[in-house]
């Protein structure tokens, strides 16, 4: 499971409906969103794509100037289960 939360930057003017875009895209949730055109995102593993897939598709949203990866937290889901489980049986 990979956790990625991002700050985009897109030009003021654009910046409802890059924020209707990315609402739009599986995996990724809007936390907050600045009339200057700054916007937090998290970004998250789906089934289908790999967050690190979503954020390069991120950048091809019209006003897109840039986008910054700012916290990454990867967890390997089968490994957090088998230590979950074994802390479970002592």
């Known amino acids: 499971m990979n956790i990625c939360g991002?700050?985009?930057h897109v030009t003021p003017d654009t910046v409802q409906s890059a924020k209707?875009?990315?609402a739009c895209v599986?995996?990724?949730e809007i936390h907050a969103a600045a009339e200057d055109g700054r916007i937090v995102v998290v970004v998250?593993?789906?089934a289908d794509k790999r967050a690190s897939d979503t954020i390069m598709d991120l950048h091809q949203i019209p006003g897109v100037i840039s986008l910054s990866l700012t916290y990454h937290h990867f967890e390997d889901l089968a490994e957090t289960h088998q230590q979950r489980?074994?802390?479970h049986q002592t």
């Open 26 to 28: 599986d995996g990724v």
């Open 44 to 46: 998250e593993d789906t």
């Open 85 to 87: 489980d074994a802390s």
């Open 20 to 22: 209707e875009a990315m």
């Open 6 to 8: 991002c700050l985009v």
